[in-house]
């Protein structure tokens, strides 16, 4: 079984820091689940292009407020505490934070642990060599 608290991760390098937000990664590929865990805090009145080309992610919002627009669609998607939001098509998307929000984020394949969107928005897939 493994344990881990948030305060573990904080100031730590799994506390991986972008422009836009900060993940506190909970569970890495190391982990062996073969998903990975996030809490991740999207700053204020931040707009973030994304676009996970290499993973899935589904999104669980727990705290704020905020808006997904699929690029391809047009649709734009209220995100409050209670909703979940699964890119199960690699969909290319915007994160709108009205708020502060703060979401719990699984990836399938796990990241492994330093991963930041490129210019694109997409995480590269890592082999377990490249971690630092
Ligand atoms: C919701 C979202 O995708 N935010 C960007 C950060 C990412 N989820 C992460 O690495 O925790």
Redesign the pocket.
């Known amino acids: 079984m493994i344990i881990r608290r948030l305060q573990d991760v904080l100031g730590t390098a799994q506390e991986?820091r972008?422009e836009?937000?900060t993940?506190r990664?909970l569970l890495l590929r190391d982990a062996g689940m073969g998903f990975s865990l996030?809490d991740?805090v999207?700053c204020a009145g931040t707009t973030?292009e994304?676009h996970?080309q290499n993973h899935l992610?589904a999104?669980y919002c727990i705290e704020g407020k905020g808006f997904v627009h699929v690029v391809a669609t047009g649709e734009r998607f209220l995100i409050a505490p209670g909703t979940v939001y699964a890119l199960d098509e690699h969909d290319e998307h915007l994160?709108i934070a009205e708020t502060q929000m703060r979401?719990v984020?699984v990836?399938n394949p796990p990241?492994v642990g330093p991963?930041?969107?490129d210019e694109n928005g997409v995480?590269p897939v890592l082999a377990e060599a490249q971690e630092s």
């Open positions: 991986v972008a836009n937000w993940s990664r996030h991740t999207i973030t994304i996970y992610e999104v994160l979401m984020c990836f990241l991963e930041v969107h995480y």
